[in-house]
């Protein structure tokens, strides 16, 4: 790919956050047929900061590169949200009451109001 498109290197970091994984895997029926179905190389499934499961298909696996291409911009929209959406559950609330908070301090000033609040 990097000869195709310009890449970006990013550094590692210092230290990464392990993935700790669930006891047991779910053993869910619907999972094979929707790899099946659909052009999905990975998929992983966490809940409360555990993996539930994680699959891939295609030869790939969890040491496989992948280039994402904006598909990293769903990612980073489910992390805020999932931050976020316990304040709006609790409260109807505008994002500048998020914005203002200690955890996202450079957002002061870009209020705008969550349609879905």
């Known amino acids: 790919m990097e000869q195709l498109f310009p890449v970006h290197a990013v550094a590692a970091g210092k230290s990464a956050r392990p993935l700790p994984r669930a006891g047991t895997v779910p053993d869910w029926p619907f999972v094979q047929p929707y790899l099946d179905s659909h052009a999905a190389t990975g998929l992983l499934v966490m809940k409360d900061g555990q993996v539930l499961l994680e699959r891939y298909q295609y030869g790939r696996n969890a040491e496989h590169r992948f280039t994402s ?18 304040m709006a559950a609790s409260r109807r609330s505008t994002i500048r009451s998020s914005a203002t908070s200690p955890h996202w301090p450079t957002a002061r000033g870009r209020e705008w109001r969550c349609a879905m609040c």
């Open 69 to 86: 291409f904006s598909m990293a911009k769903t990612v980073v929209a489910m992390a805020f949200g999932g931050w976020r959406w316990p």
